[in-house]
C-alpha cells in the first residue's frame, strides 16, 4: 500500500475531516508555542545579528522597540544567550557581581526555567562556571561547576545586568559584568577562546513567534533537533496527521496551509482571553498576576502529578518568561483592561496614579505592549518609564502620574506611547519587590480614561 502525504490528502478531505484536522493544529499551536517561541529568537540571533552559537548578544543600552521579543522591559541592559549542547556540554562562566548584578535564567527550548542565575541564583553573585548538559549525558562534572541537565538540546539563558542606578559609571560597571562573561564547549574549558560580543542596541532583532501557518515551520525545524518525551507521544501523533515528523520533510500544500493559519489565529485569541480573564491580585482591581498558579506551583514546567497544563503553560509563553522563582528578584503585574473593566484602546488617553512609596528596592517599571505580540509596539516613541529616569516627573507627596496615549503631549516625561487603533498591555514591574507588595498593604490603582 502506497502512503500518501498529509499534504496532498487534505485536498481530498471532507468538510468534517478538514474540522478535525484544524482542531488538532490548534491543540498543536497551544503545545507547541514554547518552543516556538524559543526558535523564534535563535532564528533572530541567526539571521538578525548575524550570531553563531557561543556568541553572546548584548545591549550596550536600554531596550528601544526595535528589540522584539515577549515583554522585555526597557530599563534594563539585555543579554541573549542561544544553547545548543548536540556536541557535548556547554559551559557559561557568569562574573562575580559587584555593585552591579547579572540577574536571570537558564531554559530549556521548552521555555522552563532550569536554574536561576546571579545574586538570588544557583551562584548567590558570587559567579560560577554553569556546565549545560545535554540529554542522557552521565559523565562527571569538574569540581566546582553548576551542573545543568537540560532534556533538549537547544535552550537559552536571558541575563539582565541592573545597575544600582542610571548613573554613567554604574552603568559601566553593569556593562563590565556583560564583557566578563564567556561561554564555550566543556571540551574548551582548558583554553577557552576569545569570546566573541555582538551589541544590538538600536538594531531590529526579531524574534517573535508569527502566529500564522509559519508557525508551523519553525516548530516542525526545533521538533526534528529534540528527543520526544514520554509525555508528548499522543502529540507527535498529532504533528504526523499535520505533516510534522520527524526525519521527514514538512510541506504542506495551500490548503494545508490555510488550515494551519487560522489554527494559530485561533490559539492566539484563546491566550488573549485568558489573559482578560486572570483573577485580580487584588480584589476589586484589574491588575493579576501575567501567569497561572500552576507555573509557581511547578516551578514553571507546568507538570503536575496528573496531567501536564500545555494550556497554562502556553498562555504563560505567550506572554513572557518567568524565573524559576518568581517574585525574588522581580514581581510583576500586568493588565489589559481599564478601571471599568473595558480593553484598553491604543486611541485613547490614560492615566496611571503610581502612589510614593513603591515596594521595590531597586527600582519600578511601567511598560506597554502590543496585545497581539506580548512585545514592544512596533515604531514606538516611547515604551516605558522607571524610576531610574531622572527626568520622570514626581509629585510633592512622592506618586508618578503616568500619561498613556498615541501622540506625545507637551510635557512627555511621564508619557508612554499606545498603538492606534489597536489593543495594549501594561505591566508593572517591582524590582527587588518588599513583602508589602506581596501582603497588599501597598495597591496598584487601575489605570483610568482621560477625561
Known amino acids: 500500500m502506497t502512503s500518501v502525504d498529509p499534504g496532498i490528502a487534505v485536498l481530498r478531505m471532507s468538510a468534517s475531516s478538514a474540522r478535525v484536522l484544524e482542531r488538532r493544529a490548534v491543540e498543536a499551536a497551544i503545545w507547541g508555542t514554547p518552543i516556538v517561541a524559543c526558535d523564534a529568537m535563535r532564528q533572530a ?29 526597557a530599563s534594563c541592559w539585555y543579554v541573549y544567550i542561544p544553547i545548543n549542547t548536540s556536541a557535548g556540554p556547554i559551559v ?5 557581581a559587584g555593585a552591579a548584578g547579572l540577574f536571570g535564567n537558564l531554559n530549556d527550548a521548552w521555555q522552563a526555567p532550569i536554574v536561576d542565575i546571579g545574586p538570588v541564583g544557583e551562584d548567590r553573585g558570587r559567579g560560577g562556571k554553569y556546565v549545560v548538559l545535554p540529554p542522557g549525558y552521565d559523565e562527571p562534572v569538574p569540581d566546582g ?4 541537565r537540560l532534556r533538549t538540546y537547544n535552550g537559552y539563558a536571558v541575563l539582565r545586568a541592573i545597575p544600582p542606578s542610571a548613573s554613567a559609571a554604574d552603568v559601566a560597571a553593569g556593562l563590565d559584568l556583560v564583557q566578563q562573561t564567556r561561554i564555550y564547549t566543556l571540551a ?7 569570546q566573541r560580543f555582538i551589541d544590538m542596541a538600536g538594531k531590529l532583532f526579531d524574534g517573535i513567534p508569527r502566529f500564522d501557518d509559519s508557525f508551523f515551520d519553525s516548530l516542525a525545524r526545533i521538533i526534528s533537533e529534540e528527543p520526544v518525551q514520554e509525555r508528548d507521544l499522543i502529540m507527535m501523533a498529532y504533528l504526523r496527521s499535520l505533516g510534522i515528523e520527524k526525519g521527514r520533510r514538512f510541506k504542506p500544500d495551500p490548503g494545508t ?26 480584589p476589586g482591581t484589574q491588575w493579576a498576576i501575567p501567569a497561572s498558579h500552576i507555573g509557581g506551583e511547578t516551578g514553571h514546567t ?13 498562555q504563560q509563553c505567550f506572554f513572557g518568561r518567568a524565573a524559576k522563582r518568581f517574585g525574588i528578584a522581580a514581581f510583576y503585574l500586568a493588565t489589559l483592561k481599564d478601571g471599568t473593566g473595558a480593553p484598553l484602546d491604543g486611541s485613547r488617553r490614560y492615566r496611571l496614579r503610581v502612589p510614593p512609596h513603591v515596594p521595590a528596592r531597586q527600582f519600578w517599571a511601567a511598560t506597554v505592549y502590543d ?81
Not at 557559561?92 to 562575580?96: A, E, F, H, R, S
Not at 507546568?302 to 502556553?314: C, P, Q, S
Open 92 to 96: 557559561l562562566d557568569v562574573p562575580p
Open 45 to 73: 540571533f541567526f539571521r538578525d545579528a548575524g550570531g553563531s552559537y557561543n556568541d553572546i548578544l548584548y545591549l550596550s543600552r536600554p531596550a528601544d522597540w526595535r528589540f522584539q521579543i515577549t515583554t522585555p522591559n
Open 188 to 194: 574548551q574549558a582548558a583554553q577557552p577562546p576569545r
Open 257 to 282: 496551509r490555510e488550515i494551519l493559519r487560522n489554527a494559530a489565529g485561533e490559539a492566539r485569541a484563546g491566550f488573549i482571553r485568558t489573559m482578560l480573564a486572570l483573577p485580580p491580585f487584588v
Open 145 to 148: 561547576c553548576i551542573p545543568v
Open 371 to 451: 496585545c497581539d505580540t506580548a512585545a514592544f509596539v512596533r515604531q514606538s516613541a516611547h515604551v516605558e518609564i522607571n524610576s531610574y529616569d531622572d527626568r520622570l516627573r514626581i509629585a510633592a507627596d512622592g506618586s508618578v502620574d503616568v500619561t498613556f496615549g498615541p501622540s506625545r503631549p507637551g510635557d512627555a516625561a511621564n508619557w508612554i506611547a499606545t498603538p492606534p487603533g489597536r489593543s495594549w498591555v501594561a505591566l508593572f514591574r517591582f524590582y527587588g519587590p518588599d513583602k508589602t507588595v506581596f501582603e497588599k498593604k501597598w495597591t496598584l490603582p487601575d489605570i483610568t480614561v482621560e477625561t
Open 302 to 314: 507546568f507538570a503536575t502529578a496528573n496531567y501536564l497544563d500545555v494550556d497554562a503553560r502556553g
